[in-house]
């Protein structure tokens, strides 16, 4: 349902939607800039809808939907990188390849230590490394972190689609990082029986 209101309540309270100013009531008022019906704006959002729907299947599709796109001029600093601290430029590379289309993933300490089989504070050098020379902005979500890449350096998405690129996030979990019960369901999940007949 696209309001949660009832139409008794709609047809009583004119709304005005977005930054584009759009005045939506009961019947379009031609006298007024931007004003549509429900019945209008309704369809206008199923076309959105649809046409966002669309979309995301041709990105399924694509078969570009696994690149990523690096820029040539941060060739250098990728150098220095990998030269300077070899586990710094392996995290780095991590949070490339599980970033999602707007640069971001979401991961504790937790899960980088179990990839990379290293201690917490190796961890937080490279991390600190890579925040300092900014190939990566690190936020806070709780005990988490969301670590967006640079997206000077590289973008996992089309063209310069930077506008949202920190605002999602692709969420990576380490099932030592859960409670016991959590536990008790990963298992259950992992578990595979097989019936001799």
């Known amino acids: ?18 930054v584009e100013g759009i005045h939506v009531t009961e019947e379009m008022n031609p006298r007024q800039a931007n004003s549509v019906s429900f019945k209008e704006r309704a369809t206008q959002l199923e076309e959105l809808e649809q046409q966002e729907k669309e979309s995301r299947e041709r990105q399924k599709r694509s078969p570009f939907r696994k690149w990523v796109q690096m820029n040539k001029d941060a060739y250098k600093a990728e150098d220095w990188l990998m030269s300077k601290s070899p586990i710094a430029y392996r995290i780095f590379k991590f949070l490339i390849n599980n970033m999602d289309s707007y640069n971001a993933v979401m991961c504790s300490q937790t899960v980088i230590q179990e990839q990379f089989d290293v201690s917490r504070p190796t961890v937080s050098r490279a991390i600190k490394l890579l925040r300092d020379k900014q190939y990566i902005d690190v936020y806070k979500s709780g005990t988490s972190n969301v670590y967006t890449v640079n997206k000077q350096i590289a973008w996992n998405s089309w063209g310069n689609n930077y506008k949202h690129g920190k605002f ?30």
Request: net charge negative.
């Open 1 to 18: 349902m696209l309001f949660n209101m009832s139409a008794e309540e709609l047809k009583r309270k004119p709304i005005t939607v977005g």
């Open 168 to 197: 999602s996030a692709n969420i990576i979990i380490s099932e030592t990082e859960q409670d016991k019960e959590v536990k008790l369901k990963i298992e259950k999940h992992q578990e595979v029986t097989i019936k001799n007949e």
